[in-house]
Every structure is written in structure tokens, then in C-alpha cells.
């Protein structure tokens, strides 16, 4: 079982966006492609980048809807793929947020500047509409992850949905590093991230426009996209202003 591939329903940028291109190429991965990536030649990164963005290369440039999961048995990648094609085809308000760079438990990322509630309601639909697809925890999985966990209901989530940080605990974010231990550093690697983003993105608005499903076709693999779903929405949207 545990050699079974793993599928994920993720938020990832549009190939040709300047997000996707940047975000990619910091983490040294194309989840689309396949292809190995160096970082910009502006980003100016610590020699040590790689090591620092080993985490998140495996998953690719992206912000988790439906945490990795195994099949269920009975289950299959086909009719996976068109739950969430359905999923996506159902009309909802498109969320839209205004990306900032924060430092947040110990990694850096790229976070809405504020909460938006479309986007915490499109999570929740992933989360638990797309649970009859999720196998059972394997008691490996679930030490791993229950020894991290802050809060009872961090663990409940853990045991219901086989990931802690959903529904209320649910936190967008597309990670850029793993976790650096040392505040001076990450604070800098963060200011950094945000000139970077602030240059290739702008200022502007990021839609939240997809679900993407992906495959780790064994452990040692990186995900890959398979399927890309538009989200069918029933209104434009416009990003929340920061709080102050």
C-alpha cells in the first residue's frame, strides 16, 4: 500500500503566469513539465538554495486544496479526475486575493494578504466532498504528522479528513522554502521573496481560477499535474484589501 501512488488537489498558477514562472524556478521545479528549474538570475539566493528548497521541490510551486492522499479501494485515478472536473464546473464566487510574502511556521511563503471567504469555502468543498476518494491513514502517516500538532482540534481534523490543517485551521499559502530555524535568516530569505514577487508579479490580483490534481506516481517522485479544471464562476471578484 504504501508504494501506491498518492494524489493531491492543489491550486497551481497558470503555466505562463510571472507567479508560476517565478515560483517554480525558486523551488527548482515545473509540477507541469517535469523539468528541473534554477532559480532567477535576479533572485540573488544563498548558496545553499537547494538544500533550502528541497521540501517544497517535491510538491512543486502550489497551495494545498486536498492534502496528498492514497486511493481508497474501489477507487480510481478516472473517476477522480472527474469528481474534481464536476467539482470545478459547479458555479461559485471566484476568490481573488492580493499575494504577499510571510514567514509562517518557520518556512516562507506566498499568503493572501487577507482572508477571503470564497477561497476557505472552495478548500472546505475539496476537503470533504472529495474525501470518499482519500484511503485511510496508514499508522506511518499518522505518527508523522500527530506529533507536530498544536491543538485537539488539529488532531480530530487528522483522524476525520487525514490532514490537521483544514476547514477552520485551513491556511492558503504556496511555499517557497522549507523550514528555516534561524530567525535573522528567514526574515531575510522572506524580504528577498517579497522583492521578487513585488518585481515579477506586481502588485496586482491573483485569481484563483483552477483545481489542479496531481500524481506522485511512488514515494520517491515528485507530483505531477494530470488534470487541470477551470473553476466555473458566478461573478467577478476583487481581492480584499490588507488589514492594517
Not at 486511493?71 to 499575494?99: F, K, M, N, Q, Y
Not at 530555524?181 to 491573483?206: K, Q, S, Y
Request: proline residues 9%.
Amino acid at each position: 500500500m504504501s508504494d501506491a501512488p498518492r494524489y493531491a488537489v492543489y491550486f497551481v498558477p497558470p503555466i505562463d503566469s510571472a507567479l508560476y514562472r517565478l515560483g517554480s524556478a525558486l523551488v527548482g521545479y515545473d509540477a507541469y513539465t517535469g523539468a528541473e528549474l534554477a532559480p532567477p538570475a535576479d533572485a540573488d539566493v544563498p548558496d545553499d538554495w537547494p538544500a533550502v528548497t528541497a521540501e517544497p521541490r517535491r510538491y512543486g510551486f502550489h497551495a494545498t486544496l486536498k492534502a496528498p492522499f492514497r486511493l481508497a479501494p474501489g477507487s480510481d485515478e478516472t473517476a477522480l479526475r472527474d469528481a474534481v472536473l464536476a467539482l470545478a464546473g459547479e458555479a461559485r464566487p471566484l476568490p481573488v486575493i492580493r499575494p504577499v510574502v510571510r514567514s509562517l511556521d518557520g518556512f516562507v511563503a506566498v499568503v493572501p494578504a487577507a482572508p477571503d471567504a470564497a477561497l476557505a469555502g472552495l478548500a472546505a468543498d475539496c476537503v470533504t466532498r472529495l474525501d470518499g476518494f482519500r484511503a485511510p491513514l496508514s499508522a506511518e502517516d499518522r505518527a508523522r504528522r500527530a506529533g507536530a500538532l498544536a491543538t485537539a482540534q488539529q488532531r480530530e481534523n487528522l483522524e476525520r479528513w487525514g490532514y490537521p490543517w483544514v476547514l477552520d485551521d485551513f491556511r492558503f499559502h504556496m511555499t517557497l522554502t522549507g523550514r528555516i530555524a534561524d530567525e535573522h535568516r528567514r526574515a531575510t530569505v522572506a524580504g528577498r521573496m517579497a522583492a521578487l514577487v513585488a518585481r515579477h508579479h506586481g502588485d496586482g490580483p491573483l485569481a484563483i481560477d483552477r483545481l489542479v490534481l496531481l500524481r506522485q506516481a511512488r514515494p520517491d517522485a515528485r507530483f505531477r499535474v494530470i488534470a487541470t479544471a477551470p473553476l466555473r464562476a458566478t461573478a467577478p471578484a476583487t481581492a480584499q484589501p490588507a488589514t492594517p
